[in-house]
């Protein structure tokens, strides 16, 4: 086991040293912006506990990328089986209406779309096969971010309010934002690698997930996730 770890280590690092060679970080293309980085966690839905996570990257008065998934019960984690089963939730904001990054708060306001699923299985391989077959729900709604940036609320139509606590924020000024970069340091380096190598091959539910490493937001960070993080290794912005 710890031979193919090392294994797929140095795959990870040659698959990124190769990929700073042939592409391109990506950059916005209006002029210098004010952005909002920022990474929480998921305590409740409604009056009920909940375990999950909220990711947002956002430019004041432009676009949002915004996504938070979670599960109830919140102190259940897969292998572990659940007697009564357990609640997926995910949402992901498809465009936005209003984004306004202020000095203690934010708001981002659009259309959302999003699933719940109730699984009761008691392997991997079935939650797995029951996340792939989804509905995506769409709604409305907007996220709050108030008390100097500590705490949220997402509200959606529809649904039970989301509200949890911020762990991470960073507003900067800049022209440019990089994929892949996990830490939001404003660089992707070694350590967005090493992140994202520890949550590799996780699923949602399990304690290794997490939701900043799933680019594309399909509860599973697999080998297209860890490509997305090589694209930019060794840039700054």
């Not at 305590?43 to 947002?56: E, R, S």
């Not at 996504?67 to 259940?76: D, K, L, N």
């Not at 309010?161 to 380096?189: A, F, M, Q, S, W």
Request: overall charge neutral.
């Amino acid at each position: 086991m710890n031979g193919l770890r090392k294994s797929l280590w140095n795959a990870m690092l040659i698959l990124c040293m190769f990929s700073l060679f042939l592409t391109q970080s990506f950059a916005n293309p209006l002029s210098t912006s004010v952005y909002l980085l920022l990474t929480g966690t998921v305590n409740k839905y409604g009056d009920d506990p909940a375990m999950g996570w909220l990711d947002v990257v956002a430019k004041d008065g432009g676009w949002a990328k915004t996504r938070v998934a979670f599960i109830i019960p919140r102190w259940w984690h897969i292998p572990e089986i659940s007697p009564t089963g357990i609640h997926i939730y995910g949402f992901t904001l498809v465009n936005a209406s209003t984004v306004s990054v202020q000095k203690s708060a934010a708001y981002i306001a659009g259309n959302w779309t999003g699933f719940h699923i109730f699984w009761n299985g008691t392997s991997i391989k079935s939650l797995a096969q029951a996340i792939k077959n989804i509905a995506w729900i769409k709604t409305n709604g907007n996220l709050s971010i108030t008390d100097a940036y500590t705490v949220f609320t997402i509200s959606l139509k529809g649904f039970e309010p989301i509200t949890g606590t911020v762990v991470h924020t960073r507003i900067i000024t800049t022209e440019d934002i990089l994929e892949g970069d996990l830490n939001y340091d404003g660089k992707v380096d070694i350590r967005d690698i090493a992140q994202s190598a520890k949550a590799y091959g996780s699923l949602i539910g399990e304690i290794r997930y997490e939701l900043q490493a799933d680019f594309n937001f399909d509860f599973f960070v697999d080998i297209q996730d860890i490509a997305r993080v090589c694209r930019n290794f060794g840039k700054s912005y």
